[in-house]
């Protein structure tokens, strides 16, 4: 059966660039600048690694040489029990007021492509 | 400057893969699991007593992860059950299309406990839904009691943890209690089974939870 990349950050950033690319404008051929991800703190991606990967797999096409911006998003909960909201230290997941474990993620998961920046040249082609 | 904006999930092709093979599964009364854990822990050990445990009394198959080798699959088959391989050649977790690929092969009319065996890694098998109904995470206590605060994401992630080969605690510096603790503070809600696939201890408390779960 078909294979995925060595790492997981290979299969997303190979995710990535389909993303950008379904995303381009069809008429010239834009470069790309930059993109901008969110990356929540429990996503358990390595943002390293991903940029590492992302490079490699980006060579010689219009995403070379663009650079991945990452907003990293923090790992809020919200107690089920007090309904206090914290930020999560160290993945403690007890609440710090009543000190349950009965929390719900309210953010931290994300991974998500939000901005693509083209670079200048492509804006006259367009 | 020229910027575009949207707003999309990086792994959206494989969570709707995922979610049809959850369709798919749910319309054939197919109860899932995600079975994962660092390599060496014991999943398939811990696959193989749960096979023994419920020959007979549930109709099982088994997709299994392996990097290279179809070993595991080789040690599923004696147990008569159908058991399907794939192979990731050096892909560190299964997604969801290849589940899907897998579940084509399978007869999903005989099915009602379906097993997917993920490649030995705590990391990458996190992001990837397959379509399961809960992922189950396997610790042993060789590895340490602090595995779950190095790999918060799957702990947090799972909804069971299996904690393997109790029978070694006496020799160990790694404590129950600790590991016990440590996957707690991360994920309150854990059901927590104690098993030692070498005395058969836990075993038949896990398999009673797990074919309460299944659909009749």
Not at chain 1, 49 to 56: P, Q, Y
């Amino acid at each position: 059966m078909r294979r995925n990349g060595p790492l997981h950050e290979l299969s997303i950033a190979q995710s990535i660039v389909e993303i950008v690319e379904q995303n381009l404008p069809a008429n010239g051929s834009p470069r790309v600048r930059s993109i901008r991800l969110k990356v929540g703190e429990l996503a358990g991606v390595v943002v390293d690694s991903l940029e590492f990967c992302f490079a490699a797999i980006t060579s010689g096409t219009r995403l070379d040489g663009a650079t991945l911006d990452v907003d990293r998003i923090p790992l809020m909960v919200v107690c089920r029990t007090c309904h206090q909201t914290f930020h999560v230290e160290q993945f403690v997941f007890l609440c710090p007021t009543c000190g349950r474990g009965d929390v719900e993620v309210v953010s931290g998961r994300e991974l998500q492509v939000s901005e693509i920046e083209l670079a200048e040249e492509s804006q006259e082609q367009v | 400057m020229s910027i575009i904006t949207i707003e999309r999930q990086v792994l959206e092709k494989n969570d709707a893969v995922a979610q049809e093979n959850r369709n798919l599964l749910n319309k054939h009364r197919i109860f899932t699991i995600n079975l994962v854990s660092s390599p060496g822990a014991g999943k398939t050990s811990i696959l193989e007593k749960t096979l023994e445990h419920l020959r007979g009394r549930l109709k099982v198959a088994v997709i299994e992860g392996d990097v290279q080798t179809d070993l595991d699959a080789q040690r599923v088959a004696r147990y008569g059950v159908p058991a399907v391989q794939i192979v990731t050649r050096g892909g560190c977790h299964l997604e969801a299309n290849l589940v899907r690929e897998a579940l084509q092969t399978l007869n999903l009319k005989d099915i009602q406990l379906l097993i997917i065996e993920n490649v030995g890694n705590l990391v990458c098998p996190s992001n990837y839904d397959l379509g399961e109904a809960l992922k189950v995470v396997v610790a042993s206590p060789t590895e340490g009691d602090d595995k779950p605060l190095k790999y918060p994401p799957m702990f947090r992630n799972a909804s069971v943890l299996i904690i393997n080969k109790i029978d070694l605690i006496p020799y160990l510096n790694s404590s129950l209690a600790t590991l016990r603790n440590n996957a707690l503070q991360i994920n309150s809600s854990l059901r927590i089974f104690e098993t030692s696939c070498t005395t058969g201890a836990g075993i038949g408390d896990w398999c009673t939870w797990l074919d309460a779960q299944v659909i009749r």
